[in-house]
């Protein structure tokens, strides 16, 4: 992707036309409709999903990981510019409490291709259509990729991507939707497998961040994200294998299911304390890694209502 006046590819009037053929109400829906493509919202989403069922929806976690990897170091390696165009609505229909939110989705600052606003639904959506058990195939096909395709909407409407910047999102979400899919479909344990590539791709993802392809300096991946989503791909890998190589005994008998999860909560708070005092990249990828594996681990140990009583001493 070549920078600035060459990266859109399309006329920019194209972008300017759709914006001005976006009436002002529908611009007020684009604001919230667009966080469906958000961390805020895909990483709470996808936890639920692997916690409701972790064996069918396992390759969710990592796939995010993947997704998040691949959409910084693509960023990372070009230099487009965001459109210099205002979004189909203003900040002033909007009450004072959401100006962040607001501000959120229509200012940003990075690097413009590709839109991972639109390339995370592609993937989890797309996830969804497969592996949920919702109508048929085709129906959640058809409801998949009108979502898919609005959220991409949203981000020409509030003029922060332009086309290609949607198109070419969209199509590396299919793109590794269908890797993912193939993981699981061809090898022993795709899950493993798609951890692996999550690992892979955001260590290069921090790599890349500082110096190109130079020796990334601890300040120059301070605070960033994607140190999270390293930190976060290792501890997954580990506490999914661990479980995959004990049958899922993460409970011991000495401590029992709430014990277990009481020790596992107790960690990850310890951790996030430590991460709060301590600022290095090394700390911050400790506690993402012992907050992920415990996202992968919980599903496992979490106690139940009997188990729970009988600590406690009192009748189920």
């Not at 991460?275 to 012992?290: E, G, I, N, R, S």
């Amino acid at each position: 992707m070549v920078p600035g006046r060459w990266h859109p590819l399309f006329d920019p009037a194209l972008l300017e036309a759709i914006i001005e053929a976006t009436p002002e109400w529908l611009g007020a829906l684009l604001v919230p409709i667009t966080y469906i493509g958000s961390v805020f919202v895909v990483v709470p989403a996808v936890v639920v999903a692997y916690w409701w069922d972790p064996d069918r929806m396992g390759a969710w976690l990592p796939a995010f990981l993947a997704y998040y990897g691949l959409m910084a170091s693509i960023k990372s390696l070009n230099s487009a510019t965001r459109p210099d165009v205002d979004p189909a609505v203003g900040p002033e229909l909007f009450p004072a409490i959401y100006a962040t939110w607001y501000e959120h989705a229509t200012a940003i600052s990075s690097t413009s291709f590709p839109s991972g606003n639109a390339m995370v639904p592609a993937l989890i959506v797309g996830l969804m259509i497969v592996d949920l058990r919702v109508s048929t195939l085709r129906r959640r096909a058809v409801v998949g990729g009108f979502v898919i395709a609005l959220v991409g909407y949203t981000r020409l409407g509030l003029g922060v991507h332009y086309p290609i910047d949607v198109i070419g999102g969209i199509t590396l979400g299919l793109a590794l939707l269908g890797v993912i899919v193939y993981c699981r479909r061809r090898l022993e344990d795709g899950v493993t497998a798609v951890f692996v590539l999550a690992l892979v791709v955001t260590f290069v993802s921090v790599w890349l961040r500082s110096n190109g392809f130079g020796v990334p300096t601890w300040a120059g991946i301070q605070g960033s994200n994607r140190v999270l989503a390293f930190g976060g791909a290792v501890g997954g890998l580990l506490a999914w294998r661990l479980g995959r190589t004990t049958d899922w005994a993460y409970t011991r008998d000495t401590l029992g299911s709430v014990g277990s999860f009481a020790t596992l909560l107790a960690v990850v708070t310890a951790t996030y304390i430590v991460h709060t005092t301590v600022t290095h990249p090394l700390v911050t990828m400790l506690w993402a890694a012992v907050a992920f594996g415990a996202v992968v681990a919980v599903p496992h140990i979490v106690p139940t209502r009997t188990e729970l009583s009988a600590t406690l001493g009192v009748s189920a």
